[in-house]
């Protein structure tokens, strides 16, 4: 990448207004980015200065945004790979009451959390360094409220120097009111939203960090990636010398050492998509396609803030991760069909690789222990898959050894038995729910997460975690 640049355009004009730029130029010719990171944060509100409360990123390649996979399949949507990193975090000053009511998230709901820190700028950067290069941080209005906001915290816990140094950065308010000046009467996420699709974005996804990544990925499809993108090439900058506003019981059981009862404190959802639906293959193990974690506390489950507000089906606070992995093997036609991930899609992807493991390792840390991995159906799949991998990639080592394990799928089995024909999590969510999980999370790896969440929550989550703390053993790899 070409040394950064930095030049003044003065009287440049934005929907008939005319305004002094100062643009940071990171290329003597533009060449077109390869991975967009959408990013979004939640704060404290109003009262500077401003610190982070939640912060979401999804990456998304640039094939994908013109022309890849979507969720539903064959719509045009979201693009269906994606790599996501979702953290809650505690701040060191209290929250606007405007910005609780909006957010939904309280120093109270958030007291437990970790403030911003070393591990959480790790979880990003290994994000980052994950994707192909050049890379992009791309957030609305992000000139004026994330980028600088995200500077000054990274700032503040003097981890600067850990982010990498060819990053960029672009505002989509920005491009959007260039490009289709006078196309709308109001540029924000909702107003724009509103407009293109007839409604306002979902309630449950409304003023989240990831409802907001989601609703920018959308709007950029829908008004036209090819234009947007071009125009992001051309006008993108180093988000290094970026200043501010001032510039525009199974075999996984047996393997397992038995842990004394304790009172477990975090539970992270784990789900994994695979090249294949079989273990136990002599010669041919499944691998990894997609990860996705989601940590809850043990409080959040019980009686935390959800959203929608008032509602009984998801905790608000959750910190979550999920990426997308190049399989090594073939992928099986069965599991391609299912998962819509292939090895054309997956293709530019990291193979499951010692970054990927300190993202998900950071995000365990951060947790208040004791912590347990939660899986459905995990004693016989995703815990020996994920041993697995570990061992395959000879980093098995970073892995936390007070880390438990239990299977919800043993847990409903055992204390809701004869009540279910199938304990399969879509008949287990339309047995609760009337309707099985929406197309649009079914068979993806944060899908199954968050039904797994949702299922626990309905079925009363008080029972189901005295289990798991009588249950759970130590992930022993």
């Known amino acids: ?110 007291g437990k959390h970790r403030v911003f820190d070393e591990d959480l700028v790790k979880s990003v950067v290994h994000l980052l360094n994950r994707q192909e290069p050049p890379v992009c941080l791309v957030a609305h209005n992000g000139n ?159 009686s935390g803030p959800t959203v929608p507000p008032g509602g009984a089906s998801l905790p608000r606070v959750m910190d979550k991760f999920t990426a997308c992995v190049r399989p090594t093997h073939s992928i099986h036609p069965k599991a391609a069909e299912i998962t819509n991930l292939t090895k054309q899609t997956l293709g530019k992807h990291r193979v499951f690789d010692e970054d990927l493991v300190k993202s998900v390792v950071h995000l365990l840390n951060r947790q208040e222990p004791p912590v347990c991995l939660v899986a459905h159906n995990g004693d016989w799949f995703d815990f020996p898959v994920l041993k697995s991998e570990l061992r395959r990639s000879k980093i098995a080592g970073l892995f936390p050894k007070d880390v438990l394990c239990v299977d919800t799928m043993l847990a409903m089995k055992h204390l809701y038995a004869g009540q279910f024909r199938s304990f399969s999590l879509p008949r287990l969510h339309e047995n609760l729910f009337g309707v099985a999980p929406p197309p649009e999370v079914a068979h993806t790896a944060e899908g199954d997460v968050i039904t797994m969440i949702k299922i626990v929550k309905k079925m009363g989550a008080e029972k189901i975690i005295q289990w798991m703390d009588e249950k759970a053993s130590a992930f022993a790899i």
């Open 1 to 110: 990448m070409a040394t950064p640049l930095v030049k003044a355009e003065k009287g440049k004009t934005t929907n008939g207004k005319k305004e002094e730029v100062t643009k940071v130029s990171t290329k003597a010719e533009p060449v077109p980015i390869q991975t967009f990171v959408f990013f979004d944060l939640e704060t404290t509100g109003l009262d500077q200065p401003r610190q982070i409360t939640e912060i979401s990123l999804a990456a998304v390649r640039r094939d994908q945004l013109l022309s890849g996979t979507t969720v539903p399949p064959g719509g045009a949507t979201i693009p269906r790979v994606m790599d996501k990193f979702t953290a809650c975090v505690r701040p060191r000053r209290d929250i606007h009451p405007k910005a609780a009511e909006i957010t939904n998230l309280t120093n109270q709901s958030l």
């Open 144 to 302: 004026r409220f994330d980028f600088p906001i995200l500077k000054a915290e990274l700032g503040d816990s003097e981890t600067v120097d850990l982010f990498p140094q060819d990053v960029l950065c672009v505002d989509t308010m920005v491009a959007i009111k260039d490009l289709y000046a006078g196309q709308f009467k109001s540029f924000s996420l909702p107003k724009i939203h509103e407009n293109l699709f007839g409604e306002a974005p979902p309630p449950e996804v409304a003023h989240t960090a990831e409802g907001d990544v989601i609703t920018m990925v959308k709007i950029v499809k829908k008004l036209g990636a090819e234009e947007i993108l071009q125009w992001m090439d051309s006008n993108a900058v180093s988000f290094a010398i970026y200043r501010g506003e001032e510039m525009a019981t199974s075999i996984a059981k047996e393997e397992a050492t038995k842990a004394a009862p304790v009172q477990i404190q975090t539970f992270v959802f784990l789900d994994l998509e695979t090249t294949d639906l079989r273990t136990g293959l002599e010669e041919d193990e499944p691998q990894i396609t997609e990860i996705s974690l989601a940590a809850v506390r043990r409080d959040q489950l019980l």
